[in-house]
């Protein structure tokens, strides 16, 4: 995903790693957002907040970053959550982040 400044690219791969990097010069890495324990599914930046990173992944968990420096936020532990999941096969797995705020 890109960020709405258009200065920062944020990847994943296949492992739990986040790379923040500039747009213009991906080789140059701003920071690294650290903490899944396995492959990383979704990425948002919530419109409200172009600062924030919403993260999902197949831990099971939904993490709340704030990109630049890297720094977690918040996590939340979906797999909590499994038994109001309809199918054994996405149980405790992060397919895609939605962000509402509150009002």
């Given at each position: ?9 944020i ?14 010069s ?78």
């Amino acid at each position: 995903t890109i960020s709405p400044d258009d200065q920062y690219i944020i990847t994943a791969d296949r492992d739990e790693k986040i790379r923040v990097s500039h747009h213009k010069s991906p080789y140059n890495i701003q920071s690294y957002c650290l903490g899944h324990h396995q492959f990383v599914t979704t990425l948002q930046i919530p419109a409200e907040h172009p600062h924030w990173l919403l993260s999902g992944s197949g831990d099971g968990t939904v993490k709340l970053w704030e990109f630049e420096s890297g720094r977690r936020l918040q996590n939340w532990d979906i797999r909590q959550l499994e038994d109001t999941l309809s199918s054994d096969a996405t149980k405790g797995k992060v397919k895609n982040i939605r962000y509402c705020q509150a009002r």
